[in-house]
Each structure stands twice: as structure tokens, then as C-alpha cells.
Nanobody
């Protein structure tokens, strides 16, 4: 079983930055693909970014490319999402997730364990 806890969310003005963290328990963290998703009120959970087990490869949804950076520290069992140049449309609850098998993946159904989420609100 893997347990994750997100942190770092909050209220920020448009153009500002936030850094989300996701601390995971379990010995298998370092060998798993990790992902970040977000869900705005009344909308589906959408893919944001994913990173392979070593951190050598990443993928992003088009709307965050050049603004967000996903990274991980396997020694700390933690994955990060650095968010710069934030826009009001980035407002959502952000979730981290672990995929037990496979590499990358942009569908929530491909991930097996989820954190409880952290709220990010960007004011205009």
C-alpha cells in the first residue's frame, strides 16, 4: 500500500508561483511513475504532468508546458510540481498519484494510488 500527502497549495495572484509537494510512503516509490492531476469544480480530473521512476523523462499537458515543472527526489520519497506564471484557469484541487505498472500515462484510470489533494486558487 502507498500513502501520499500533498502540500504547498494556497491562494496566489495571477503571474505568481507555487511549489506543490507530495510525500509518499512505501518502499516502491522510487521505482514508480508519478503524476499530477487537477480537478476544477464541476469538471473532470485532468492530467497535468508525469515523471518516470528516475526523473529522466517527463510529460506535460499543453496548457502548462513552459510554466510547470515536475521533479522528484527518490531519497525523500517526494515528487514536486513547480508552478510559475500561474493563471486563474489553473485554479483547481491538485492531486498526486502513483502508477504501479507502466510508464507515463495521462488517464486517471492508469494510476493506482492517490493523495487527498491540495487546493490551488489563482486570483486575477
Amino acid at each position: 500500500q502507498v500513502h501520499m500527502v500533498e502540500s504547498g497549495g494556497g491562494l496566489v495572484q495571477a503571474g505568481g508561483s507555487l511549489r506543490l509537494s507530495c510525500a509518499a510512503s512505501g518502499r516502491t516509490f522510487s521505482s514508480r511513475t508519478m503524476g499530477w492531476f487537477r480537478q476544477a469544480p464541476g469538471k473532470e480530473r485532468d492530467f497535468v504532468a508525469t515523471i518516470n521512476w528516475s526523473g529522466s523523462s517527463t510529460e506535460y499537458t499543453d496548457s502548462v508546458k513552459g510554466r510547470f515543472t515536475i521533479s522528484r527526489d527518490n531519497a525523500k520519497n517526494t515528487v514536486y510540481l513547480q508552478m510559475n506564471s500561474l493563471k486563474p484557469e489553473d485554479t483547481a484541487v491538485y492531486y498526486c498519484a502513483v502508477r504501479r505498472l507502466g510508464v507515463f500515462g495521462s488517464s486517471p484510470g492508469q494510476y493506482d494510488y492517490w493523495g487527498q489533494g491540495t487546493q490551488v486558487t489563482v486570483s486575477s
